[in-house]
């Protein structure tokens, strides 16, 4: 098979690997269609994190279909069509964390068997838990799979900060993780959703893709003078920070949040980034981060994901815009890392 090889930086080569085989408790898939995330792209830029060796393999919003079961494998089968849960989620299922089905927060999230664990979604083939198998209806296609991930992280931004129609809410960003997470926040029944962005061009898109109410573009001014105006002086009930990076955004969320209200922080910081805390202070927010996703009161997060966009609350088609071959993965790179340049917002490689 053809799968991606990640060397570090910028150096990824598609390489010829033998076909894996799946073990016990293990699906051998096909991959079609694999996403890559805003975290694919940090060791992309610098020096990878969380105990990730170079060469290695990534991609962990994918979907495809079954090629083969391990042993013990009944609840599928050969042909179906599959979402697929990422695999560095994994938790050690004995920690306190993981009892209470908080696999997402565990220590030791992401290794199985004293190995650091990734998804494959960048080859042909991936060995893939069962446990991580979603069989797809057939009105998701496998490109609209691959955004799950996104809208479970959403769902669970969301359980953490519930909103409802008297909410005013704010989304800085306008990547995939901000396009799902306003489409969530409508669907979930928020009175007002606000998105922030610095370029004209996703804001257009986020409207047209039912991901916002209102749009803020930094570029027309300070957005958190313009959100104060817009709610009458208040601000947002809860603002959702999705940028990460080296970001001065979460100060920018604790300027638009109101009195006695909340910050969800999903952006993935690689560096300091520094928080006005006497103004969270005298406002009494609730700051919050939320990493990835699980279950929620024994609801696989997952699961909400799935129904939602079978269900057609929420729909991808809008803001997955680009499409490489696996053999130009470099390019896929390239244009997921200069957005601006590229006016890409999801980009999907297919192996």
Same mark, same amino acid.
């Given at each position: 098979m053809k799968a991606a090889i990640f060397y570090g930086g910028h150096d990824i080569r598609v390489e010829e690997l033998p076909d894996p085989e799946p073990g016990p408790g293990e699906i051998l898939v096909r991959v079609r269609s694999a996403g890559i995330c805003g975290s694919d792209l940090h060791p992309y830029r610098s020096p990878p994190v969380g105990g990730i060796r170079?060469?290695?393999?990534?991609?962990? /919003?994918?979907a495809g279909d079954v090629v083969a079961l391990g042993e013990g494998v009944e609840d599928v089968s050969a042909g179906q069509r599959i979402g697929i849960e990422a695999e560095h989620l994994l938790g050690c299922g004995v920690c306190r964390a993981c009892r209470h089905g908080q696999n997402h927060i565990?220590?030791?999230r992401g290794f199985r068997g004293g190995e650091r664990q990734e998804s494959h979604g960048f080859s042909?083939?991936?060995v893939c838990l069962a446990s991580n198998c979603h069989v797809l209806p057939e009105s998701i296609s496998f490109d609209a799979a691959t955004q799950l991930d996104c809208y479970a992280c959403g769902v669970h931004a969301l359980n953490r900060n519930p909103v409802g129609p008297d909410s005013t809410v704010v989304v800085i960003g306008t990547g995939a993780i901000g396009m799902t997470l306003g489409q969530l926040a409508?669907?979930?029944g928020a009175g007002q959703v606000v998105m922030v962005g610095t370029r004209p061009e996703p804001l257009t898109i986020a409207m047209e893709a039912n991901a916002a109410d209102v749009v803020l573009a930094i570029s027309d001014g300070d957005p958190v003078e313009a959100l104060l105006e817009a709610t009458g002086g208040h601000g947002a009930d809860v603002v959702f920070e999705t940028v990460g990076g080296r970001a001065s955004t979460i100060d920018q969320a604790v300027g638009m949040a109101r009195y006695g209200g909340a910050v969800s922080v999903l952006g993935v910081f690689t560096g300091s980034s520094s928080v006005d805390?006497?103004?969270a202070y005298r406002k /009494?927010?609730?700051?919050r981060w939320s990493n990835s996703y699980s279950s929620w009161e024994g609801v696989s997060e997952y699961q909400t994901a799935l129904r939602l966009l079978s269900s057609g609350w929420v729909d991808p088609s809008g803001f997955i815009t680009t499409h490489y071959p696996l053999d130009s993965i470099g390019e896929a790179?390239?244009?997921a890392d200069d957005k601006r340049n590229s006016g890409a917002i999801k980009v999907i490689v297919h192996p």
């Amino acid at each position: 098979m053809k799968a991606a090889i990640f060397y570090g930086g910028h150096d990824i080569r598609v390489e010829e690997l033998p076909d894996p085989e799946p073990g016990p408790g293990e699906i051998l898939v096909r991959v079609r269609s694999a996403g890559i995330c805003g975290s694919d792209l940090h060791p992309y830029r610098s020096p990878p994190v969380g105990g990730i060796r170079e060469p290695h393999q990534r991609g962990h /919003e994918l979907a495809g279909d079954v090629v083969a079961l391990g042993e013990g494998v009944e609840d599928v089968s050969a042909g179906q069509r599959i979402g697929i849960e990422a695999e560095h989620l994994l938790g050690c299922g004995v920690c306190r964390a993981c009892r209470h089905g908080q696999n997402h927060i565990c220590a030791q999230r992401g290794f199985r068997g004293g190995e650091r664990q990734e998804s494959h979604g960048f080859s042909q083939l991936d060995v893939c838990l069962a446990s991580n198998c979603h069989v797809l209806p057939e009105s998701i296609s496998f490109d609209a799979a691959t955004q799950l991930d996104c809208y479970a992280c959403g769902v669970h931004a969301l359980n953490r900060n519930p909103v409802g129609p008297d909410s005013t809410v704010v989304v800085i960003g306008t990547g995939a993780i901000g396009m799902t997470l306003g489409q969530l926040a409508r669907a979930y029944g928020a009175g007002q959703v606000v998105m922030v962005g610095t370029r004209p061009e996703p804001l257009t898109i986020a409207m047209e893709a039912n991901a916002a109410d209102v749009v803020l573009a930094i570029s027309d001014g300070d957005p958190v003078e313009a959100l104060l105006e817009a709610t009458g002086g208040h601000g947002a009930d809860v603002v959702f920070e999705t940028v990460g990076g080296r970001a001065s955004t979460i100060d920018q969320a604790v300027g638009m949040a109101r009195y006695g209200g909340a910050v969800s922080v999903l952006g993935v910081f690689t560096g300091s980034s520094s928080v006005d805390v006497m103004a969270a202070y005298r406002k /009494e927010l609730s700051i919050r981060w939320s990493n990835s996703y699980s279950s929620w009161e024994g609801v696989s997060e997952y699961q909400t994901a799935l129904r939602l966009l079978s269900s057609g609350w929420v729909d991808p088609s809008g803001f997955i815009t680009t499409h490489y071959p696996l053999d130009s993965i470099g390019e896929a790179f390239a244009a997921a890392d200069d957005k601006r340049n590229s006016g890409a917002i999801k980009v999907i490689v297919h192996p």
